[in-house]
């Protein structure tokens, strides 16, 4: 294979434009750039890659369409000086990321706010946020499009949509923003969900913890094209070409303990 990318599910039938859609207008406009933001995001060392570096993208509309149509990520960060990576939920608002975690877990005590600092410090934003040193992680999103085969095994390859994200990630410890991260976590996977659930109560929301990790240092990858065959190999008997590759859900099924007379919502009829 000639490529090293990762696949996750993403919903079967839902264009990022249906999902910006389904959002409510606060949460679709929270934290977006103003007006005369860039439409781009600006490279640097970290998101322009070694190789084939005309498939990046640093276009923000690609990014948040690409973000918006997965919910799984993985989340990579130095432990005890080796790398982890762990796959869990994210959520977008804005230019901003939520990532699902529990209090227990050692990124989310990595990247937990020290004590305030003295009211006297001098600092000149607030204390909690001036000390606290975050976690340094980079995550990414991977959709597999098709399997692309060559006539030769060097050749084969996956057509893509990519994103990855280098920053600093902080715990969300603020009661409101917490809550609205964990409503935008459970509409990313299915939107219109968190409106029609219980909110996590006090207990819950002890045993619960978001990281907030900014988009400022992004780029997208796509490959979407047929096989790349030396000109010497296109003689051989072999069949070449992509397959595609769509994610699927299938029809809803009803808890075994469901009152028969609570309908199926609309945001589950329309997927």
Known sequence: MSTTTTATEHPADRSPADRSTDRSPADRSEGRPSAEA???????????????????????????????EGYVC???????????????????????LYVHGSTGSRPLRMAAHPKPAPADAGAT?????????GLPVCLTV?????????????????????????GTAHQVTDPEELRTALDALVDQVVPGRAADSRPA???????TAVLRLDLEEVSAKVR????????EDLAL????????????????????????????PAY????
């Open 268 to 271: 589950l009829t329309a997927r």
């Open 237 to 264: 008997p072999h069949w070449a070409g992509v397959v595609p590759v769509a994610p699927h859900t299938g029809l809803p099924v009803p808890s075994a303990d469901l009152d028969p007379s609570i309908a199926l």
């Open 38 to 68: 860039s439409p781009e995001y600006t490279p640097t060392d970290r998101t322009v890659p070694t190789r084939a570096r005309q498939r990046a993208s640093y276009d923000r509309a690609l990014v948040h369409a690409i973000l918006d």
């Open 142 to 166: 991977t959709h597999v499009d098709g399997l692309v085969l060559a006539r030769s095994a060097f050749h084969h390859s996956l057509n893509y949509r990519s994103v990855v994200v280098h």
């Open 74 to 96: 993985h989340l990579g960060f130095i432990r005890d000086g080796a790398p982890v990576v762990l796959p869990t939920l994210y959520g977008r608002i804005g230019e901003r």
């Open 125 to 133: 934003t607030s204390p909690d946020r001036a000390e606290a040193p």
């Open 224 to 231: 979407d094209a047929g096989p790349n065959d030396d000109a």
């Open 201 to 207: 109560n006090a207990k819950e929301l002890a045993a």
